[in-house]
C-alpha cells in the first residue's frame, strides 16, 4: 500500500504511451519451438487428461511467462501453486494461421494447484452455477485476481466475458504487448472487461459492463485508485500499474 501510494504522488496526468497495435501473425513449425514442463517450479499439466505433460512454447514468450509466475506467487497471498493446468501452448494451425497459438506465443490457464487443491481455477463453465454462494464468488474473485495479474504483464487476456469459448480458461499471448509489460489502451475490450469487473468483483464499486471507456469506468477506476494511494483513473500514466498490482492481492483479503 505504501509503494503505491508513493507512485501515486509522482503522477503526472499526462496520457502514458500509446498502446502497441497487433503484429501481423506468422506461425512457426513445432521444431522451431523449444520444450517445456514447469513454470519455474511448477509442473504443467494437461487439463483433458489431468496429467504432467509438456507443451512447445517460443523461447522468449516462456521466459515471459516465467516471469509472470514468480510475479505471481510473490504477489497475489494465496497459496504456493505446484501445477498450472493448461488447454496448451503451441498449435499446428497449417495453412490457416490464424492463431497465437501458431506461432508458439500463446498460453491456455486452466487451474493453479497446490497438490489436490486448487488454488484458481479459471473453469467457470464448473463454477459459474454452483449452489454454494460463498464458494462461487470466493472462486470469481481468485480468477478476476489472476487475469489481474496477466494483464499486467500481457495486453492480450481473454477472459470468459470475451466469448464462450474461454469459459474453462484463461488465453494470454503477447501478440500486443509483445516484449514488454502490458498499457492501458482505452479502446481494448478486454481490457476494458479487466477494469469493470474488478471495480465490481474485487472492490465492490458498482459499475455496468458496457465494454466502454466511459464515464462509469472512468469514475469506479478514480475510487479504486484513491483507495490504493493513488490519483486519477487508470487511463492516467502508470496508473493501469497501480491498479493491477492492487487487485492481484484482493481475492485473498477477501477470501
Same mark, same amino acid.
Given at each position: 500500500?505504501?509503494?503505491?501510494?508513493?507512485?501515486?504522488?509522482?503522477?503526472?496526468?499526462?496520457?502514458?504511451?500509446?498502446?502497441?497495435?497487433?503484429?501481423?501473425?506468422?506461425?512457426?513449425?513445432?521444431?522451431?519451438?523449444?520444450?517445456?514442463?514447469?513454470?519455474?517450479?511448477?509442473?504443467?499439466?494437461?487439463?483433458?487428461?489431468?496429467?504432467?505433460?509438456?507443451?512447445?512454447?517460443?523461447?522468449?514468450?516462456?521466459?515471459?511467462?516465467?516471469?509472470?509466475?514468480?510475479?505471481?506467487?510473490?504477489?497475489?497471498?494465496?497459496?504456493?501453486?505446484?501445477?498450472?493446468?493448461?488447454?496448451?501452448?503451441?498449435?499446428?494451425?497449417?495453412?490457416?494461421?490464424?492463431?497465437?497459438?501458431?506461432?508458439?506465443?500463446?498460453?491456455?490457464?486452466?487451474?493453479?494447484?497446490?497438490?489436490?487443491?486448487?488454488?484458481?481455477?479459471?473453469?467457470?463453465?464448473?463454477?459459474?452455477?454452483?449452489?454454494?454462494?460463498?464458494?462461487?464468488?470466493?472462486?470469481?474473485?481468485?480468477?478476476?485476481?489472476?487475469?489481474?495479474?496477466?494483464?499486467?504483464?500481457?495486453?492480450?487476456?481473454?477472459?470468459?466475458?470475451?466469448?464462450?469459448?474461454?469459459?474453462?480458461?484463461?488465453? =494470454?499471448?503477447?501478440? &500486443?504487448?509483445?516484449?514488454?509489460?502490458?498499457?492501458? *489502451? #482505452?479502446?481494448? %475490450?478486454?481490457?476494458? +472487461?479487466? !477494469?469493470?469487473?474488478?471495480?465490481? =468483483?474485487?472492490?465492490? &464499486?458498482?459499475?455496468?459492463?458496457?465494454?466502454?471507456? *466511459? #464515464?462509469?469506468? %472512468?469514475?469506479?477506476? +478514480?475510487? !479504486?485508485?484513491?483507495?490504493?494511494?493513488?490519483?486519477?483513473? &487508470?487511463?492516467?500514466?502508470?496508473?493501469?500499474?497501480?491498479?493491477?498490482?492492487?487487485?492481484?492481492?484482493?481475492?485473498?483479503?477477501?477470501?
Amino acid at each position: 500500500m505504501g509503494a503505491l501510494a508513493s507512485a501515486g504522488l509522482l503522477l503526472t496526468g499526462c496520457s502514458g504511451p500509446p498502446a502497441p497495435t497487433q503484429e501481423e501473425l506468422e506461425c512457426t513449425t513445432k521444431s522451431a519451438l523449444t520444450e517445456f514442463d514447469h513454470l519455474g517450479d511448477a509442473a504443467i499439466v494437461y487439463e483433458v487428461d489431468q496429467r504432467a505433460s509438456s507443451f512447445s512454447i517460443e523461447p522468449n514468450f516462456l521466459a515471459q511467462m516465467e516471469t509472470w509466475h514468480l510475479d505471481w506467487q510473490a504477489t497475489s497471498d494465496l497459496p504456493h501453486d505446484d501445477q498450472v493446468w493448461s488447454y496448451g501452448a503451441f498449435v499446428r494451425d497449417g495453412l490457416s494461421c490464424d492463431s497465437w497459438h501458431g506461432a508458439g506465443r500463446a498460453f491456455d490457464i486452466s487451474q493453479l494447484r497446490h497438490g489436490d487443491d486448487t488454488i484458481v481455477s479459471c473453469r467457470e463453465d464448473l463454477w459459474a452455477e454452483l449452489g454454494d454462494v460463498a464458494r462461487r464468488d470466493d472462486l470469481r474473485r481468485r480468477y478476476w485476481s489472476l487475469a489481474a495479474s496477466l494483464h499486467l504483464h500481457f495486453a492480450y487476456v481473454l477472459t470468459y466475458l470475451y466469448d464462450p469459448a474461454h469459459r474453462n480458461h484463461i488465453h =494470454v499471448d503477447n501478440s &500486443v504487448s509483445r516484449s514488454g509489460m502490458s498499457v492501458f *489502451d #482505452r479502446t481494448s %475490450r478486454v481490457q476494458l +472487461h479487466m !477494469v469493470q469487473t474488478a471495480c465490481a =468483483v474485487l472492490w465492490d &464499486v458498482e459499475v455496468e459492463p458496457s465494454e466502454q471507456w *466511459d #464515464r462509469q469506468t %472512468r469514475n469506479a477506476s +478514480h475510487v !479504486v485508485l484513491e483507495k490504493l494511494g493513488a490519483h486519477g483513473d &487508470v487511463g492516467r500514466s502508470d496508473n493501469w500499474e497501480a491498479f493491477l498490482r492492487g487487485c492481484v492481492p484482493r481475492a485473498a483479503a477477501l477470501s
